[in-house]
């Protein structure tokens, strides 16, 4: 298996810039503790920009082994959009990831598909590894469209990329209906919506680009679902909100691989 498995853990609107000093370092306590081994996982925190430099020279400072990204992006280069952040600026502050069309993006900023293109588009090109957010609601899920409706929202968010482009990005399955509820879709659910999703890369870009790109799962992620959701096939990681301020929970999380099952990482 040569997709590296990812947990990345997403602050949303929580945490200052003082207190994300503290959640970093008991984090890595945690990580310490629970003897988190950076070669089975790439273990990711993803604050919100103004904690971002904090975050940066603490882990620079310390060797923590973690890395960090933002959780949007501008589709402009820069200039005339108040409150808007660019790549550039990201990359400066040391991020490698950036959460693309979180579904709380998609519906308090009323971002379309068109504005999750451009703003992969504009990742990519400056070298930062899009997240790309992708999941129905509930009453998608309901009438059973679940999988044609988030292979088409994959598909706009990736149009006009090359099979190069689409290897590098990571796409994170998140019914809408299973975030900060507690309901969690089952790992079957879970796994029929990220194989459609690996089904639908490799008809548009080729097995192999499909073969590599991470395909992660994300709602109401917790130490005691982990691992039930990382032996399926399909699922290479997964995007964790609540339970990423809990610095305990999330290494807990990180140590998946304890008990994998058949699957070897
Ligand atoms: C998220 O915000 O991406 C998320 C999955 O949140 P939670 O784990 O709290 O459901």
């Given at each position: 298996m040569s997709r590296k498995p990812l947990i990345a853990g997403n602050w949303k609107m929580n945490v200052n810039h003082v207190e994300a000093v503290g959640l970093v370092q008991k984090l890595a306590w945690a990580l310490g503790d629970f003897k988190y081994d950076p070669t089975k996982a790439e273990c990711l925190v993803i604050p919100p920009f103004v904690d971002l430099r904090s975050v940066q020279t603490l882990i620079e400072a310390d060797k923590i082994p973690l890395a960090w990204g933002a959780q949007d992006v501008s589709?402009?280069?820069?200039?005339?959009?108040?409150g808007d952040i660019s790549a550039e600026m990201l990359l400066k502050l040391g991020c490698s990831y950036v959460i693309i069309g979180h579904s709380e993006r998609r519906q308090y900023?009323?971002?379309?598909d068109f504005v999750v293109n451009e703003k992969t588009r504009n990742a990519l090109a400056k070298g930062l590894t899009p997240i790309i957010c992708v999941g129905e609601g509930l009453e998608v899920r309901r009438a059973e469209e679940h999988v044609p409706f988030t292979l088409a929202q994959v598909a706009a968010a990736l149009e006009d990329r090359t099979p190069e482009q689409v290897a590098k990005v990571v796409i994170a399955y998140e019914p809408i209906w299973a975030i900060g509820t507690g309901e969690v879709a089952t790992p079957e659910d879970a796994q029929e919506v990220c194989g459609a999703v690996r089904g639908k890369l490799a008809e548009l870009y080729g097995d192999e680009v499909s073969e590599q790109v991470r395909i992660l799962y994300g709602g109401s992620v917790k130490a005691s679902t982990i691992v039930a959701l990382m032996v399926?096939?399909?699922?290479?990681g997964v995007l964790v909100?609540?339970?990423?301020?809990?610095p305990d929970e999330f290494a807990l999380i990180t140590r998946f691989y304890e008990a994998s099952g058949g699957k070897s990482w």
């Amino acid at each position: 298996m040569s997709r590296k498995p990812l947990i990345a853990g997403n602050w949303k609107m929580n945490v200052n810039h003082v207190e994300a000093v503290g959640l970093v370092q008991k984090l890595a306590w945690a990580l310490g503790d629970f003897k988190y081994d950076p070669t089975k996982a790439e273990c990711l925190v993803i604050p919100p920009f103004v904690d971002l430099r904090s975050v940066q020279t603490l882990i620079e400072a310390d060797k923590i082994p973690l890395a960090w990204g933002a959780q949007d992006v501008s589709e402009h280069e820069n200039g005339a959009y108040t409150g808007d952040i660019s790549a550039e600026m990201l990359l400066k502050l040391g991020c490698s990831y950036v959460i693309i069309g979180h579904s709380e993006r998609r519906q308090y900023h009323h971002e379309s598909d068109f504005v999750v293109n451009e703003k992969t588009r504009n990742a990519l090109a400056k070298g930062l590894t899009p997240i790309i957010c992708v999941g129905e609601g509930l009453e998608v899920r309901r009438a059973e469209e679940h999988v044609p409706f988030t292979l088409a929202q994959v598909a706009a968010a990736l149009e006009d990329r090359t099979p190069e482009q689409v290897a590098k990005v990571v796409i994170a399955y998140e019914p809408i209906w299973a975030i900060g509820t507690g309901e969690v879709a089952t790992p079957e659910d879970a796994q029929e919506v990220c194989g459609a999703v690996r089904g639908k890369l490799a008809e548009l870009y080729g097995d192999e680009v499909s073969e590599q790109v991470r395909i992660l799962y994300g709602g109401s992620v917790k130490a005691s679902t982990i691992v039930a959701l990382m032996v399926k096939p399909d699922i290479d990681g997964v995007l964790v909100g609540g339970a990423s301020l809990n610095p305990d929970e999330f290494a807990l999380i990180t140590r998946f691989y304890e008990a994998s099952g058949g699957k070897s990482w």
